[in-house]
């Protein structure tokens, strides 16, 4: 089965840290990681929210390239991207990093 939409999220974790990720069910995913079944990372420092989250509409390996991408990005760059989503689209990600 072929699924058309992933999310890339960033998730704001109660350590102050930021965890990345990509889905194709967002809030069952989330809730996962709230339950402490999704990442070791995210079963010792607990989410408090999705911080910010971003719709990909048929491509995995473009989910998985920017979700890639924000996870080498330094903390200040991730709160930048959170505070203004609006810099990271897939067009604006693929224009630039091609």
């Given amino acids: 089965m072929r699924n058309d939409c992933y999310w890339v999220y960033i998730l704001c974790c ?7 990720g990509y889905t194709t069910d967002l809030v069952r995913r989330f809730q996962d990681h709230l339950a402490g079944n999704a990442s070791k990372y995210t ?20 989910a998985m390239k920017i ?5 080498k990005m330094s ?3 991730k709160e930048a991207l959170i505070l203004h989503p609006e810099r990271l689209t897939p067009a604006t990600f693929l224009a630039t990093h091609e």
């Fill in 43 to 62: 079963r010792s420092f607990r989410p408090l929210k999705i911080a910010q989250s971003w719709q990909i509409k048929g491509s995995k390996s473009l």
């Fill in 75 to 77: 903390k200040k760059e």
């Fill in 14 to 20: 109660q350590n102050g840290t930021y965890y990345t």
């Fill in 67 to 71: 979700e890639n991408y924000i996870k």
